[in-house]
């Protein structure tokens, strides 16, 4: 055998082997590093949030068992706070304005922007206009929204007595009168309130299938069989959702009977919040008695917010 022609066999390099990583730190230590400075934000946000929500709410508890006008030494009385709400002539008139007021708020606070937000929704042109037009009110402080319909309802060159003017209409005395003065206010926290609850609802109605608008069309539907049979059922969440919070906020209403009747006429706009102010800042400074106003206030916004919350879970059942 001929070994001319056999090739010679290559030295072999010797592998170079990677260099050494760092050791990595365990799967132990990056997620308690991770857990720690998650539970640090968690924590700055529920100190945050018990010093100005918790703290308040066990504060008025503890008042409303005081004789406390936050100057002289405090003394516990027990349920006298209570007793005294309950006795003043006020107590039952100030319930009844109070859920008067919500009453009518649901009907135009609660049905109007939904009714908005439907016809936006359908809009090609100018939607974006128009969104902003119905969100302005909110952007301006309630004191100035208050004010400016303080002279749409001035009984002299007000604007709403001027259009009833115009029309051959009388003018009404529109805070002066009891007919008049809770729908008056009502008018005036629907139109201050009014664009959050339609930026919402709109938000709801995009997120609805159009397929479902379509074959409700060809079956024939009109236009209030389709809101009643697609987009009610569609947005049944955010209108309970939407429910509690009209009722939340409208049984705690201050600003619109304290800047423009001051519970007047003949109490006929004291509410319950109005009156927890009068017991603190007015009838002597009875913190006390304010207080147990305010928590009997708050049981029953409890109650509403448990009912809700039991609708909703039977709702995603």
Not at 153 to 176: A, E, K, R, T
Request: with cysteine; aromatic share 12%.
């Amino acid at each position: 055998m001929d070994t001319s022609t056999v090739p010679a066999k290559r030295p072999q390099r010797p592998q170079r082997r990677p260099p050494a990583r760092p050791a990595r730190p365990s799967s132990r230590r990056r997620a308690l590093r991770t857990n720690v400075t998650a539970y640090g934000f968690l924590c700055a946000a529920l100190f945050c949030f018990a010093l100005f929500a918790w703290w308040p709410i066990v504060r008025q508890i503890v008042l409303s068992f005081q004789e406390n006008n936050l100057v002289d030494e405090p003394k516990w009385v027990g349920l006298d706070n209570f007793r005294t709400v309950v006795e003043d002539p006020a107590f039952g008139q100030a319930w009844k304005n109070t859920i008067t007021f919500t009453l009518l708020a649901l009907l135009c606070g609660y049905v109007i922007p939904f009714a908005v937000a439907i016809v936006l929704n359908e809009l090609r042109h100018a939607r974006g206009y128009l969104r902003f037009v119905v969100y302005l009110p909110v952007m301006l402080p309630p004191i100035v929204s208050v004010l400016l319909f303080r002279w749409f309802y001035d009984p002299g060159p007000g604007l709403f007595n001027q259009l009833l003017d115009f029309v051959g209409l009388p003018g009404l005395s529109w805070l002066d009168s009891t007919d008049t003065a809770l729908i008056s206010l009502v008018i005036v926290s629907t139109w201050m309130n009014m664009g959050s609850g339609v930026l919402i609802y709109l938000a709801a109605l995009q997120n609805i299938p159009g397929d479902l608008y379509e074959a409700a069309e060809l079956d024939g539907a009109g236009i209030f069989k389709r809101i009643w049979n697609v987009t009610v059922p569609q947005t049944r969440l955010i209108l309970l959702l939407m429910l509690m919070l009209q009722i939340v906020a409208t049984m705690q209403v201050f600003i619109e009977p304290y800047m423009l009747t001051g519970g007047g006429p003949e109490n006929a706009t004291v509410t319950v919040a109005f009156l927890m102010y009068q017991y603190a800042f007015v009838y002597g400074g009875n913190y006390g008695a304010g207080s147990a106003l305010g928590v009997m206030l708050m049981i029953v916004l409890l109650a509403v917010a448990a009912v809700q919350l039991r609708l909703t879970r039977d709702e995603k059942r």
